[in-house]
């Protein structure tokens, strides 16, 4: 699916839930000719902020060996090495310092944005700039992707946040490119499960953003059955629901599928995916056994580049719809936005 870069950084923005940082790098004034273009400018528009801010600091222990006492004199190693005889010492201290982990991702994401042959040539030259004056920062390799759940951003350092998830992308991408041999952000779009959770967290926090009638998240729903023993009640799958979009009056739960295609050919014929339309309908019913005073509806959202898809389907003795909808997302993002509301009032 070919979805303009513009969009596709839209979509990562409110994915990772960070429109105010993200409206302080007014990357749409420029088109972008690929995705590794347009994020490694965000990355130079977003480190020459953080640049003129003041690159985060902390206190980072040291050992060195010095002839003025500092911190904590290392008795035993320095006579270990004689080194008293020549009135030095090794201490071991705290010492005020840029190299920090922020700024040691910071950089090692510049560093892979830097070896990628198809980056724009003006922008190379913006990033080794910007690269030189993180000097006293240490450059690390591939860090392990975890390494970024346990960073933890104060006050001072939350301006840290977009740039951070996209040097998460960037070494995730180097990952990914490594093991496959291809190049940086060549094929983004075609990790079909990276794009799904992508799509899902995208139409969750924009639709929490950008409309007030309805409360968002994402619910647990409860098997209506008894299971007859432990291990029976052990195997049921959790029915958790992509995006549930509850009101006084209502719940409309949607379920996003990043697929290539919205429908499938059967005998020639174009036909709703049956088990994605078998999943929402147990949705529907089961969240209505819970809350039986409410009407609730579904709603199977696909992303398409495009033509146009707004099918409704009323439920037989109820009061419960199920409908399947795209949204194209190679348009102006205007219009997306637009399609969006659109079907809450639809």
């Known amino acids: 699916m070919s979805i303009p870069v513009q969009n596709l950084y839209h979509l990562l923005t409110y994915a990772w839930d960070q429109l105010d940082e993200a409206d302080e790098v007014a990357v749409t004034a420029e088109p972008a000719d690929s995705m590794l273009d347009l994020l490694a400018r965000v990355l130079v528009q977003g480190t020459t902020h953080v640049l003129k801010r003041g690159l985060a600091r902390d206190y980072v222990p040291k050992v060195e060996l010095t002839g003025r006492l500092r911190g904590k004199l290392l008795l035993s190693e320095s006579i270990r090495q004689q080194t008293l005889l020549t009135a030095r010492g090794w201490c071991a201290f705290d010492e005020l310092s840029h190299d920090v982990p922020v700024n040691r991702l910071l950089k090692s994401a510049l560093h892979h944005l830097l070896t990628a042959q198809e980056l724009d040539k003006s922008l190379r030259r913006e990033i080794r700039g910007l690269y030189v004056r993180l000097a006293d920062v240490a450059l690390i390799g591939v860090p392990d992707i975890r390494v970024y759940d346990q960073v933890v951003l104060h006050r001072h350092t939350a301006h840290y946040r977009l740039l951070l998830s996209i040097c998460q992308l960037v070494h995730e991408e180097v990952l990914l490119t490594q093991q496959a041999g291809e190049r940086l952000f060549r094929n983004f779009t075609g990790n079909d499960k990276r794009m799904a959770a992508l799509f899902e967290r995208f139409v969750r926090n924009f639709y929490r953003r950008r409309q007030k009638t309805y409360k968002v998240g994402s619910e647990t729903l409860k098997w209506a059955v008894k299971p007859a023993t432990d291990e029976a009640k052990a195997l049921l799958p959790i029915m958790q629901t992509d995006v549930s979009l509850t009101s006084p009056s209502r719940k409309l739960i949607l379920d996003c599928k990043y697929y290539r295609k919205a429908l ?25 056994r819970q809350e039986p005073t409410r009407p609730v509806d579904g709603l199977l959202l696909y992303p398409v580049v495009d033509g146009k898809l707004r099918h409704s389907y009323q439920l037989l003795d109820t009061a419960h719809r199920l409908r399947v909808a795209t949204v194209n997302l190679d348009q102006g993002w205007q219009a997306v936005e637009a399609e969006l509301h659109g079907l809450l009032e639809w």
């Not at 499938?264 to 209505?288: C, D, P």
């Open 264 to 288: 499938k050919q059967n005998y020639n014929q174009e036909k709703i995916i049956s088990a994605h339309l078998y999943q929402l309908f147990a949705y529907v019913q089961h969240a209505q």
